[in-house]
């Protein structure tokens, strides 16, 4: 009888606190701005770190610094404008954010959703039977969570 193949261990995510905060309102009205491309990426890997009225402050992690410049902030700063209906001074500064990103928190959701998933068929009755009479394994990079 060969053992069942115990769910593949998820890739580490890069370190952040949780976000909480102003932080945690930035993980929230980050997918509603609608944003793709470079300025996407740039906005899900930033944090909010001050909203004094219209002056708003962004830390963004220095290795995504290649893809950000002047027009990538204007852009997010007029989806800002756009979405809240105000007209924010938004300012990015290239600093490592401490608390949890649009991109890490959704990162840590597919390694979660992944881990959920392998754990299902782990624990599924037919797959265990179908391993003990069979001899069959489990190949832990063949598991997909349904929903993205």
Do not use: Y
Request: glycine fraction near 6%; proline fraction near 9%; charged fraction near 20%.
């Amino acid at each position: 009888d060969a053992p069942a193949a115990a769910p593949a261990e998820p890739e580490p995510l890069p370190a952040a606190q949780p976000a909480t905060g102003l932080a945690a309102e930035w993980l929230d009205l980050f997918p509603r701005l609608g944003l793709s491309g470079m300025t996407g990426s740039i906005g899900a890997n930033c944090t909010l770190i001050e909203a004094n009225g219209d002056d708003w402050l962004l830390h963004l992690d220095p290795a995504h610094s290649a893809l950000f410049n002047a027009t990538q902030q204007r852009r997010l700063n007029e989806a800002l404008n756009q979405h809240l209906g105000r007209d924010l001074k938004l300012r990015i500064e290239l600093i490592r954010p401490e608390q949890e990103t649009p991109a890490q928190a959704a990162a840590r959701k597919r390694a979660e959703r992944q881990r959920q998933a392998e754990q299902s068929i782990h624990d599924d009755p037919l797959v265990q039977q179908m391993i003990q009479q069979f001899g069959a394994s489990i190949r832990p990079d063949s598991i997909e969570p349904l929903t993205p």
